[in-house]
């Protein structure tokens, strides 16, 4: 039987030391991690929270990957329309264009700029006023801070360019820290930030004034150790007074492991895995394979050349490989894919 990877916090004798965040110890340009939409995001208990908490999720469902990269803004797609910003978040997932955020970091606060994105050549330019601050410096268990909501978004409909202006308010609090469970594993001196967004966005919609009401209420867990990136988040978002959940996972951002710009698509199987995880290939051109295997947080594992592989499959034997969950990449010459597992 395989020791679990991740250690059981032994805090029966004593309480965890409260965590605070601190601008140093944001993620950096050239960092990434994958995310996951969680389908079943219904199922997350929102519950009572405060000192020392025990969050405990291990059964969500992951849905659509994406994968993270943080950038210079420098040369990206809209930055001209963000001059303030000195940090640009790439987000792209499986056969959808990348959209951009656009950010502001200081020792006082790590704020959104605004958000750039393309769909079918169809831009649509958010610029918010005043930036959005998701965290403001030290933050900490009952930090909490208040401030307005606004901005224009841009967009084309049928050909016509129209533009929403939005008002309201947002308040974030720290209302917990303790210990976070999700499927990617088991997180310590993680902080709970709530987040409640009241705002509207009117429009002149070919003559006709239009209104659209909206609140969030977002519920996102950090930490030092994930830089400042959400480990889990659970948003209950309402339109006009129809509200829908959602959720998404993350890994801890690394340097180092991020996917190449051409994609490439692969299948794991079983996943979960015990000793043996096969990988399945399209028909390949660009030349010999390489599969890589990380843990979460970005240590290297195992390395397996793979020669001539056209159309295949393989096993990689997953002995010495302790119970817990992983980041496979396969990549050739020009591109590669990564993709998560858990072995049990």
Same mark, same amino acid.
């Not at 490439?264 to 010999?288: E, H, I, R, Y």
């Given at each position: 039987m395989k020791k679990p990877l991740l250690l059981l916090t032994l805090w029966s004798t004593g309480l965890m030391a409260q965590p605070t965040f601190n601008s140093t110890d944001m993620f950096g340009v050239n960092e990434t991690f994958q995310s996951w939409d969680v389908t079943n995001a219904g199922t997350i208990d929102i519950g009572a929270t405060g000192a020392n908490s025990v969050w405990n999720f291990p059964d969500l469902i992951s849905g659509t990957e994406s994968t993270n990269t943080y950038l210079n803004p420098a040369g990206n797609p809209g930055v001209s329309n963000f001059p303030g910003a000195n940090l640009c978040q790439a987000v792209t997932s499986l056969g959808g264009n990348p959209g951009y955020t656009y950010l502001k970091t200081t020792s006082q606060a790590f704020s959104i700029d605004g958000v750039w994105s393309s769909q079918q050549g169809t831009e649509t330019i958010s610029q918010l006023n005043p930036d959005m601050d998701i965290y403001r410096f030290p933050f900490t268990f009952n930090s909490s801070f208040t401030q307005p909501v606004g901005g224009t978004t841009t967009t084309q409909i049928a050909g016509v360019n129209y533009t929403y202006i939005r008002q309201g308010t947002q308040t974030v609090t720290c209302d917990g820290y303790g210990t976070l469970t999700t499927p990617l594993g088991t997180f310590n001196n993680v902080l709970r930030l709530k987040t409640v967004q009241v705002y509207s966005d009117s429009i002149d919609f070919q003559g006709i004034p239009q209104v659209f009401n909206y609140e969030s209420i977002i519920h996102n867990w950090v930490s030092v150790e994930s830089k400042g990136v959400t480990l889990l988040s659970h948003t209950s978002f309402s339109v006009n007074g129809s509200a829908t959940i959602s959720g998404t996972l993350s890994t801890i951002p690394t340097v180092g492991i991020a996917e190449a710009s051409n994609? =490439?698509?692969?299948? =794991?199987?079983?996943?979960?895995?015990?000793?043996?995880?096969? /990988?399945? !290939?399209?028909?390949? !051109?660009?030349?010999? =394979? /390489?599969?890589?295997?990380?843990?979460? !947080?970005g240590q290297f594992i195992k390395k397996i050349e793979l020669t001539n592989q056209q159309g295949s499959q393989f096993n990689f034997q997953l002995d010495g490989i302790e119970s817990g969950a992983y980041l496979l990449r396969l990549s050739d010459k020009k591109s590669s894919g990564m993709q998560r597992f858990i072995v049990i």
């Open positions: 994609k =490439l698509n692969f299948n =794991l199987f079983p996943n979960p895995a015990k000793d043996l995880l096969m /990988v399945q !290939t399209p028909s390949l !051109t660009n030349g010999n =394979l /390489v599969a890589e295997i990380f843990s979460i !947080t």
